[in-house]
């Protein structure tokens, strides 16, 4: 998984990058993935960095705008102001809608630096940045994990004073995760000037140890609270292009993990005929079958948690009433399960958003008669999503697919296609499997008739 798989970004997309510990490496990174793409800056960039790029264009509000469209088939375009010391200064901002105009035209990449940051891990933003453009539609904010457990001293923290003062840090102290998630959470932080609509990513780089890695996950589940994605990675300058005389040789850069919030819809709907009752009601420890589900799926961190109910609607919802889920009747619950799958994703991803690639990257498809699922397997189908960013991942058992399952939201115009009484197995054939063994065989347990019930030995 690259970069530009990470973001999820469409074709053409107007990203700002801002932040700290390796922000260029990031910016030039993805400009490759993406190539051809037009690459500016809102602030200053560093001299050197005019070598990362396949050609350069020096333009100023004054002075005449230069044919740069036939020249960005291929490669990396870099526009910027003019040389000021040892840095090109930005564009004016009257000259971003020109350049987006061009990239417009032809359906280029537009990939901005909207900050400065003296190479340090970690910074706040001063009064006058970030310069983020209306029109962007995606913002990575950037930190470095290098920085924690470093001093909050100018040596590893650009604008050290404004840190000290959203983090609640004295200076000289060192920088802890809960810092530095302050700081990335604040409005005068590492959400300043990010426009209303825009989609919010954290890319917590410099991620080079397990111990980093570990902590970068800790804040992953912390950040999404303010962010639509965590990605936790390793990103390394090409040793041939890096500015400095002494750079080592560096491993190639690397994805650790993707985090997005991922949803559980509950399908509860079914009027268990064979059965002669409704399974969602039956006693599993001492709870009904459907608020033990919705229960472990909120254990699990899911969300939101989308139940969907239909035949017996009245009894099933009373029996949630005292969780934090989300009841959706399907009335058209006759037509099979694809109905209420359906119904569950509309829920989740109304309208355009859907198409837009906004909300949670994924859903697990719960079933209301598998009270036996724990919290752990859900937790470990999400992080194994998050490897990769699987379209479908689903437990494997004694070497049979069990359920539930998890799926992507790449997936989710196929689910919405389907008709009948069918699940989400009807589109295993579109789309790659990943599978998560697991020694649980009680995942393998469907209740379907009484005897089922009677043998899996959780009537009281």
Known sequence: MNLAQALRLSDAPCLALVGAGGKTTALFQLARELAPTIVTATTHLGAWQASLADRHFIVTGSSPRPDIESQTTSGVTLVTGPLNGNRFSGLDYSLFSWLRAVCNSKNLPLLLEADGSRQKPLKSPAEHEPVIPDFVETVVVVAGMSGLGKPLTDEFVHRQEIFSR???????????????????THPSGGLKNIPPGARR?????????????????????????????????????????????????????????????????????????????????????????????????????????????????????????????????????????????????????????????EGCGAAIILLADQPQVTPSVLRALVERHSLDLSPIVAPQVQGQRANPVLFDRVTFPDLLALSGDVGGRAIFSKHPLAYLPWLDASLLLDVDTPDDYQKSGEKK
């Open 166 to 184: 959203l983090s609640g840090l004295a200076l000289g102290e060192m920088v802890t995760p809960e810092a530095l998630l302050r700081v990335l």
């Open 201 to 357: 990513v954290a890319l917590l780089n410099q991620a080079d140890t397990p111990e980093l890695q570990a902590q970068a996950k800790l804040l992953a589940e912390q950040l999404l609270h303010a962010y639509h994605a965590v990605i936790i990675a390793s990103l390394h300058p090409p040793s041939a292009v890096s500015h400095k005389p002494s750079a080592t040789r560096h491993p190639p850069s690397a994805i650790h993990a993707v985090y997005e919030p991922v949803a559980g819809i509950i399908l509860a709907a079914g009027e268990a005929r064979r059965f002669g009752q409704p399974k969602q009601l039956l006693d599993y420890r001492g709870q009904p079958f459907v608020h033990a589900v919705a229960q472990t799926a909120l254990k699990a961190g899911l969300a939101p948690v989308i139940v969907v109910t239909g035949a017996n609607a009245e009894p099933v919802e009373a029996a949630l009433k005292d969780l934090p889920v989300q009841i959706i009747r399907n009335v058209d619950w006759q037509s099979g399960q694809s109905s209420s799958i359906r119904a569950g994703l509309i829920a989740l991803t109304p309208g355009p958003s859907l198409i837009k690639g």
